[in-house]
């Protein structure tokens, strides 16, 4: 690849390489806070490449390869390197990680606590962690989140924070427009636009925290809560984990200790002030 970046996200190291510039600049400006690992030996590579010898120049039209990859996967535009860069890390991680019980799930933390959410594209967990990031809360991850096999801890994996449509003007209304990457029309999803974590996130991304609140949220309905028995919890996370099945015996037995000890409920909002409120009240009742 003609141009290359590498990064290291929390215990993950990637390098990215490109046949273009845009998607490597885009990346370094964004990552620029995060530890220069330029030398680094990467746990993953990920390749953004032509679909053809003439789409480098003509239409240009991107692949997304790397150690893992998915052959029915569809190209991308030019227009969409820096998606096709996060996706591509995505998908290492999602066929390829093995340290931890991957949870597909955003997760913060106060006071030494985590607070994990999970839940359907849609559902309001990156807007929410994103938010509470910027209101006392550490933001710890947004796409994934990492269960310790043999602590059960949860470890930070803080990525861009991939927000959709409406949750784009919320976000920037209160971060301001310097922390946000460009504006991605018309995606597969939508309008997308990232957010670049708080410093803190960063510089503490080695550190992790005990799980204390499972919470399975659901953006635009009446305001309701119940409680999510472990059963349920168990099932739902399993759908929510890429790497459950390849884990084997070790994931089931970091699974079922996180069910059996960390509360877990559903919470319907249908506004981020609500689901402020609501949480604190979880929180400082269950956590």
């Not at 620029?32 to 953004?48: E, K, N, W």
């Not at 039209?61 to 096709?84: V, Y």
């Not at 029309?185 to 799980?211: E, N």
């Amino acid at each position: 690849m003609r141009h290359s970046l590498t990064l290291q996200i929390g215990p993950a190291t990637f390098r990215i390489g490109s046949a273009w510039r845009q998607p490597v600049e885009e990346l370094t400006r964004l990552y620029a806070g995060y530890p220069d690992r330029h030398d680094a030996i990467a746990d993953f590579t990920v390749r953004l490449q032509p679909t053809g010898p003439l789409r480098r120049w003509v239409r240009p039209s991107i692949l997304i390869t790397g150690d893992h990859g998915l052959a029915d996967a569809a190209p991308m535009s030019l227009a969409h390197g820096l998606l096709a860069a996060e996706m591509g890390m995505n998908l290492q991680m999602a066929l390829g990680w093995r340290r931890h019980l991957l949870l597909h799930a955003s997760s913060v933390e106060k006071d030494g606590r985590a607070l994990v959410m999970t839940g359907e594209s849609g559902s309001g967990k990156s807007t929410l962690a994103a938010l509470l990031g910027e209101r006392g809360w550490r933001l710890m991850g947004d796409e994934f989140a990492l269960l310790d096999l043999d602590s059960g801890a949860i470890l930070p994996f803080p990525r861009l924070v991939s927000l959709k449509n409406q949750a784009i003007g919320v976000v920037e209304d209160v971060v301001g427009a310097q922390r946000m990457g460009p504006m991605l029309q018309a995606t597969a999803k939508g309008d997308i636009r990232h957010l670049v974590p708080r410093p803190d996130a960063v510089a503490r991304m080695a550190q992790g925290a005990m799980p204390a609140m499972l919470l399975f949220p659901r953006f635009g309905h009446d305001a309701a809560i119940r409680p999510v028995g472990q059963g349920e919890a168990f099932m739902r996370l399993t759908q929510a984990s890429t790497n459950y099945v390849a884990l084997g015996e070790p994931g089931f037995a970091a699974l079922t200790r996180f069910v059996t000890d960390v509360p877990a409920c559903a919470m319907d909002f249908p506004s981020g002030e609500a689901a402020f409120d609501m949480i604190d009240r979880l929180w400082e009742d269950g956590a």
